[in-house]
């Protein structure tokens, strides 16, 4: 199993540009998450989907912040437009029904820098 | 109030020594459960284990253990014999309630440092 895949690995940007962050999960899991990383506030998560349906977006930070899940094997996390303050490390993580929607597999993240 | 508290921001050993890792967490609810996930350098959070708040028992696996004790709200993790690869950033989290559970209350994090 290649486990979470996420990409870019390392995105630079500039302040306002779009930035997209894509995910796939590992097949047969039925939760996907987003988190972000920063040293001031640690790890955040920002939505939950289950079946491809979002739950909780609650920890979304703002409207300049939006995220998909069109089918099983993909999701995508846009920010337009990014803000320096947008600059962390950005995970996808899946879990499967049977082991508990809290037991998380994590991608190796998405390092985002906005100049 | 749920909460998770990681005390030690950043633990250094030597080789070989055991290390302990604090976690005293938070919670008003009967069901939680209590894990640690651990961040290499490389980046990716990988889990190490869960515990439901009904299973006091401490769990060994390899050089890894977990001393879970509701009386002081604690959730501690002992790395025996600790090996270089064992330097990573550490992370304690609890989830509660049945509905909401996906939700992680996520520690601040130690930092392990093992020495050569």
């Known amino acids: 199993d290649a486990g979470v895949i996420q990409s870019p690995r390392h995105e630079v940007t500039e302040m306002g540009q779009e930035v997209t962050l894509r995910c796939k999960p590992i097949?047969?899991?039925?939760?996907l998450f987003w988190y972000r990383q920063t040293m001031m506030r640690g790890l955040e998560l920002l939505i939950y989907f289950n079946n491809n349906v979002p739950i909780d977006d609650s920890g979304m930070p703002e409207d300049r912040f939006s995220a998909k899940m069109p089918n099983a094997s993909f999701s995508t996390l846009k920010i337009q437009p990014s803000e320096p303050r947008d600059s962390a490390v950005y995970f996808c993580a899946s879990s499967h029904r049977k082991t508990g929607a809290n037991v998380l597999t994590f991608g190796a993240g998405s390092r985002l820098t906005v100049l | 109030a749920q909460k998770v508290t990681q005390a030690q921001t950043e633990i250094s050993v030597v080789e070989k020594e055991d290390v302990t890792l604090d976690c005293v967490y938070e919670t008003r609810d009967t069901t939680y459960y209590l894990f640690w996930y651990k961040q290499p350098p490389s980046g990716e959070l990988v889990f190490l284990i869960r515990r439901n708040s009904f299973d006091e028992q401490n769990e060994i696996s390899g050089r890894y253990s977990w001393n879970f004790q509701k009386s002081t709200s604690s959730f501690n993790f002992t790395i025996t014999a600790s090996q270089v690869v064992d330097s990573a950033v550490y992370f304690c989290?609890?989830?509660?309630?049945?509905?909401?559970?996906?939700?992680?209350?996520w520690g601040a994090g130690t930092k392990l440092i093992i020495k050569p």
């Open positions: 097949s047969g899991h039925n939760s």
């Open positions: 989290a609890l989830a509660f309630g049945v509905d909401s559970n996906y939700q992680l209350i």
